[in-house]
């Protein structure tokens, strides 16, 4: 039988460099930015416009518009392919007149705007404030729920509190690198984040105690069925029955997901990015991860043991 588990010095190490790397990236953008992530107007508040134009355009030419008007460097990207002529604009909060004293001037000195496929939306910074605040709520509720949740389903079997602490451990990892993945992307390809970044991050945790609460599972079942064995053998066992479904389950969504990357749209890039991501690093620490980390804990607790009983 094939010993996954007494390879985990060199799983841990794979998950220490990509958190280092992970921190690495966030360290970066920092540096450059003056936040970990860079933060769209959903947070920090302003006001986004989204520009269909009749003919091709330029963004110094959308650009000009903006400093005429005295918001200066707007964050200009274009979107789709370049025959779409669809452009997006972040730039401070605008007024009402503003706005439209905008788009005319666009319309007249660029280009004429398809008035029925374009939009403008403004959040102001406290309703950003709010929103972020909300999401941390969130993911600190989440994690408690998620111990609580497996505290009590895994009652039954030795130290149940460990599953619930080793799957909060995963869940935090993949949520480090995603974020760090997302750190690394706004620094190479402007990638800000938004309201659809925090729902990636909440559905990378779902992942996350999904795949670990069915392989836990296979192990309170191989508990009782293989009492004379030491708890790694029953452990690697479980993962052994349990790895062919997870891959099998995980692969199909991938596939999906890499689809939609190679052929959806941009603007949806980068949310299905993270949750790739995250399903990537949740499918490994879930197998290489969570359950070795039940192996040392068990290992270290039986040392403590021994040294106890022979000091007495």
Do not use: C
């Amino acid at each position: 039988m094939i010993n996954f588990v007494q390879q985990r010095r060199w799983y841990f190490t794979i998950s220490g460099i990509l958190i280092l790397l992970s921190i690495g990236a966030l360290v970066a953008s920092a540096m450059m930015f003056g936040q970990p992530l860079r933060i769209s107007i959903d947070f920090r508040g302003g006001t986004l416009f989204s520009l269909k134009f009749n003919q091709p355009v330029t963004e110094a030419a959308i650009q000009h518009v903006f400093e005429q008007h005295g918001y200066g460097n707007p964050i200009i990207q274009q979107l789709g392919a370049k025959d779409e002529n669809l452009w997006q604009v972040r730039t401070g909060e605008v007024s009402a007149d503003e706005i439209q004293a905008i788009l005319n001037d666009l319309d007249s000195q660029v280009g004429s705007i398809n008035t029925q496929l374009s939009n403008w939306n403004t959040v102001e910074a406290t309703v950003g404030a709010e929103v972020a605040r909300r999401a941390a709520e969130a993911i600190a509720v989440s994690s408690i729920v998620v111990l609580l949740f497996i505290w009590f389903s895994f009652r039954k079997v030795p130290h149940p509190f460990r599953y619930g602490v080793v799957s909060i451990v995963a869940m935090s990892i993949n949520v480090i690198i995603s974020v760090g993945f997302y750190a690394l992307m706004g620094i190479l390809q402007g990638w800000e984040a938004d309201a659809l970044f925090l729902t990636a991050v909440l559905t990378v945790i779902g992942f996350s105690v999904q795949d670990v609460i069915v392989v836990f599972d296979r192990i309170r079942e191989n508990i009782p069925r293989h009492r004379n064995e030491p708890f790694e053998m029953v452990v690697n066992r479980s993962v052994l029955e349990t790895v062919h479904r997870s891959l099998a389950t995980q692969l199909n969504a991938m596939f999906v997901m890499i689809a939609i990357l190679l052929f959806g749209g941009a603007s949806i890039k980068p949310f299905i990015a993270v949750m790739l991501v995250g399903m990537v690093s949740e499918t490994y620490t879930s197998l290489f991860v969570a359950v070795p980390l039940l192996v040392v804990w068990e290992k270290y607790s039986q040392r403590s043991k021994a040294a106890a009983r022979a000091a007495a």
